[in-house]
Structures are given as structure tokens and as C-alpha cells.
């Protein structure tokens, strides 16, 4: 399609991201194999414990992970279309279209240190309908939260905040009708 806007993800942020599991299921997997080191130079002495601990983090690390690498293997987050937004930028959700004629506001976020691109539209429960549980139960709290299903995290894309709202904005005003 012409007048697309296509937003990646940032290459330096997504190998940090995927470090950062990697080094999680490695201390996962110490937790395991070593417990016998851990009982005697940790405030917990129970081995099982440990080792209960280390085999939950290197799951969880394990699992989200594969999410990471996953969705970075996908070369776009976003795309920007006459039609509307095309977000494939969460490992979690399905890959979906948000529609310019569904969307009532676009707000900017920031919370803890991140920041968020608040998607509002007039049909929320449908975007909380399509998804699998785990997406459907993100989304649900999202909307309890923020009164829209739809968060962009802008934390891996390749693009400032200012200039994806105002990228958004600006084509929600064009192609709304």
C-alpha cells in the first residue's frame, strides 16, 4: 500500500531484551544444578526450595524468551496504512488491525519508566474478544485500568514516543472517515 509508514523494532533494545532472558534461564538452571553451594551462603536452606525457584525462573525465562525471539523475528512492529494500524509489536496478542473509523483518542502514557501508546475505540470489547486467554486477560485489565484494551508499548520499537503519537494522530485525522 502507498503512504505506509512501517515502525521496527530497535536492533540494540531487542538483543538486550533477549540477553536478559537468556541470562535469566541460565541463573534458572544454576538454581537448579547448584543448590548445594546456595543452602550454605543463602538465607533459605531448604534445597527443594532452591531448586522449586531455580526450575520457575528458567521456565518463565525460558518461555518468554522464545516469545522475544519469536516476535523480533518479525522485522516490523507497526504499520501505518490508509486502513489503520497494523500491531504485531507484543509477543503476546495476536497480530491485529485497529481501524482508524474504530478509534475515538490516541493518548501518550508513561508509567514506571515506560511508556505507552493508549489506543481508545469504540468498540473495546471486540478487541478484547479476539485474542487468546492470556491476551484476552492483558487486554481486560487494560481497559479496567485505562479504559481501552489497546497499549503499545513503545519501549522496542525503533521510533521516539512524540513522533510515533504524532505519526499516529496525523494519519487517524486523514483516514478516520
Known sequence: MKNEIRITFNSKRKIGIIIIFLLFSLLGLFFIFQSNILITIWIIKNKLFIQF??????????????????MYSRKTALIL??????????????TRRIRWQNIV???KLELSGSTFILVFVDNPQQYINEENKLSKWI????YKFYRTPISISVVSLNTYVD???????ENWKKYKI
Not at 139 to 142: G, I, S, Y
Open 53 to 70: 525457584l531455580g526450575l520457575i525462573t528458567f521456565l518463565l525465562s525460558t518461555i518468554f524468551l522464545a516469545l522475544f525471539v519469536n
Open 81 to 94: 496504512d490508509s486502513e489503520g494500524i497494523i500491531d504485531t509489536s507484543s509477543p503476546i496478542r495476536n
Open 105 to 107: 483518542d490516541i493518548q
Open 139 to 142: 487486554n481486560k485489565n487494560n
Open 163 to 169: 513522533t510515533l503519537e504524532k505519526q499516529l494522530k
